[in-house]
Structures are given as C-alpha cells and as structure tokens.
C-alpha cells in the first residue's frame, strides 16, 4: 500500500466508524459536535465585536476638591490630675459631671510609706536642697571673679586703641577674663542640674505624704473610677501613670487631630472649613474649621506626616473626646466650570486624556485635555472638549476596547 492510500484510509476512518456505530453513539457525537461549533461561534462573534461603551456627556457643574482624613476628637480644655501621693484613697469630695472651680478638694490619700522611707525621702530633699544652695553661692563667687578679670582686663592692655596682641600681659589679662567667664556660665548648667534635682526630690518626698488633692482648673469631673479604700500611685518623674480623673472646661471647644501626608498638606490652610462625620453618629454631620497645620513634618519609620487641627463646631455634649471621626477639608472650588466624571480621565503620553467613539469606526479614541479642580465624583476640564461630548467612563464587555 501506498503512502497515499494510507493517508486516505485514517482520514476516511472515522467516518466509516461513524456510519457502522450503532444509533446511541451517532447521537452523542452529534451532540458534542454541535456544541463544539457553538463555542467556535461565539468566540469567534466576541472577538469581531464592536464593545460596548458605558457613555456620560460632559458638562457644566460647581465642584469642591476635598483632602479627606480620619483622626479623634479631643479637646483643648483638658487638664489631667495625678496622684502626688502613693497610698489609699481615705475620701471623695466629687463625682462624674460634677462643676468644680480652682481649688476645690476632689480626694484624700493616706500614705502608705513607712516612717523609715519617710525620713529617707526627706534626707534626700534636704540634701538636693542644701547641694542647690551651695551652687549659688558658687555662682556669687564666679561672678564676683569675673566682674574683676573684666575690670582687670579694661585697665590693662585691654582698653588700648591698638593693643599688642603679643604682649604677655595682654595674653594673660584676656585668658584670666575668659577663664572666669567660662567658669561662670559652667555653673549655671550646675545649678540648672540642681535646680531638677531638687524638684525631683520635693516629688518623691510628696508622694510619702498624706494629702488631699485639689482642682486646679474650672470645668466639669470626667473619667473619675477611684473609690474609698482604691490604691494608687504617685506620678514622680517622668514614670507613665494613668491620671486619676480629667477636668474638662466647660469652654473648651472639641477638636479634631489629623495626620496628613506630603501630598496633602500643601493644599491645607487655617481657615478652610471641613465637613466632619462621627462613627458614633453616622446620620448626623458636622461642621468644622482647619485650626492650624504644622509647618515640620513628623517621621514615623521613615513616613513623614504633618499634623492638622480641625476646630468642630458644635457644643453637643454628646460629642466625647476619643470619638473617631472622619474630615472632608475643601480645599479649593470650581464654580459653574465643565466637568467629566472621574473614571473618563485617562492618562496619556504623560499628561491627561479623556476617549469618545469614533462616528464611523464606532471604536474609542483619545482626546488630550487639560484638568482643573478634582472633586470626589468629577474633574474640571479647563481644554480639550466641549460642553455635551459623549466620553467614555467604562466598557460593559470584557473584552479590552480597541483603540484607533
């Protein structure tokens, strides 16, 4: 057998198992061949298909350009008292939301130190104390040198039109003044390093004692959890400690803390007003004015943010410090100008573009524009097209639109 009468009886031998096959069979493969060309076909449909265009026309509009952030609300007005003292709280004299003016009692600790740790805090005290008073006498002493190395200085060579700078008088009359000068300005620093330590030791001699702690601002007992016989501690230093209760002016006006990015803060300044919804009461907005924004960046792990204040207007008690709060900042505002929606500007060959069909092609072209203002759903068109252009904002095919 030839090669040619073998190709032609693989080729015809499907069909000849096809036409002696029983029935069944003939109709399965009918059917899978069926549906084989009906994939064919569709594939072969969606790929010559025109797409189809989800289409919106430009047109003119007043937008506002937002720098959105979230931060919590705190308040200017809030002073925190601390414990000076380590022991039990013996007595209350207020409670939560109660009106307080400068110097009113709020509790009273018993001290739980013993009589020994006493009179060493108090030893400590002393010491610092009398170790200050010594570096001032010091600092008399110095002065007193100085003032008569200058005097020295100004009688000698010093107050000569054209001293000889040479001259061994010279050299030492100005070397004993800036000595003494020198010597002067180091004791300051040690009497400053004094000046702490005595502080610090004043606060831990306090924390021994027995006392009562008083306001020391006006305004209303927030966060108060202390009750008779609670133990707490003394903030001494630079120890974290919890305050024991907050006193919160009944002046204070809420805030809002922000941290804005170096693309943001830019187009933030004092004065702008800002629209301000709280987690708390999502149905109810607010209002608000930019307070302040920081001309220093602050880096965290090497990410530079600026903080910004936003002074909230209202007076609604129901607004806490803590509360999470999310800002709108308009930032600038088009007015009567023509718009597209966001999704129809595209970049293009570096700059900006919008795509309309083409009448005749029917498929997506490019028009280069110039943009304005961006508010959350449109952008400005300053140029490119006109009011009533059919753009392009999304395909509703899957397929990838073709571009001419």
């Not at 010093?158 to 000068?181: F, M, R, S």
């Not at 597209?340 to 900006?352: D, L, S, T």
């Amino acid at each position: 057998m030839n090669i040619l009468s073998k190709i032609m009886s693989f080729v015809t031998k499907p069909f000849r198992w096809f036409w002696q096959t029983r029935r069944r069979n003939k109709a399965i493969v009918l059917i899978l061949l069926g549906i084989a060309g009906f994939l064919i076909y569709r594939q072969i449909s969606a790929a010559s298909a025109i797409p189809s265009y989800s289409i919106e026309e430009a047109k003119i509009d007043t937008i506002t350009q937002l720098v959105s952030e979230t931060g919590n609300v705190s308040t200017s007005g809030r002073t925190d008292v601390y414990s000076p003292s380590t022991g039990v709280v013996e007595e209350l004299f207020v409670s939560n939301t109660e009106q307080v003016d400068v110097g009113a009692p709020l509790f009273s600790i018993k001290s739980t130190a013993t009589e020994a740790e006493k009179a060493t805090a108090l030893g400590t005290y002393l010491n610092a104390k009398n170790t200050l008073e010594t570096a001032n006498a010091t600092l008399f002493s110095l002065q007193s040198q100085l003032f008569a190395a200058n005097q020295t200085f100004i009688n000698g060579k010093g107050n000569t039109n054209d001293p000889i700078k040479d001259d061994p008088t010279y050299v030492q009359q100005n070397a004993d003044w800036l000595a003494a000068e020198a010597n002067y300005k180091k004791q300051q620093g040690v009497i400053s390093a004094a000046q702490a330590a005595l502080t610090s030791a004043a606060l831990a001699y306090q924390a021994t004692q027995n006392t009562t702690v008083k306001a020391t601002a006006i305004g209303t007992v927030a966060n108060l959890s202390l009750s008779v016989g609670d133990m707490v501690t003394a903030k001494v230093g630079t120890a974290v400690t919890a305050p024991v209760l907050i006193i919160v002016s009944a002046l204070s006006q809420p805030t809002i803390q922000l941290s804005l990015n170096e693309v943001d803060v830019p187009k933030v300044s004092t004065g702008q007003t800002a629209e301000v919804l709280l987690d708390a009461f999502p149905a109810k907005p607010f209002t608000g004015v930019v307070k302040s924004v920081d001309t220093v960046g602050t880096n965290t792990s090497g990410v530079i943010t600026y903080n910004v204040v936003v002074s909230l207007d209202t007076s609604d008690t129901m607004v806490k410090p803590g509360m999470t709060a999310n800002v709108d900042i308009a930032v600038d505002k088009a007015v009567k100008v023509l718009t597209v929606p966001n999704a129809a500007i595209k970049p293009y060959k570096g700059g900006k573009a919008v795509q309309v069909i083409n009448p005749k092609t029917k498929l997506a072209k490019f028009i280069p524009v110039i943009i304005g203002v961006k508010s959350p759903e449109r952008t400005e068109i300053k140029k490119g097209i006109m009011e009533g252009t059919a753009v392009i904002t999304g395909i509703k095919s899957s397929k990838p639109a073709p571009i001419q």
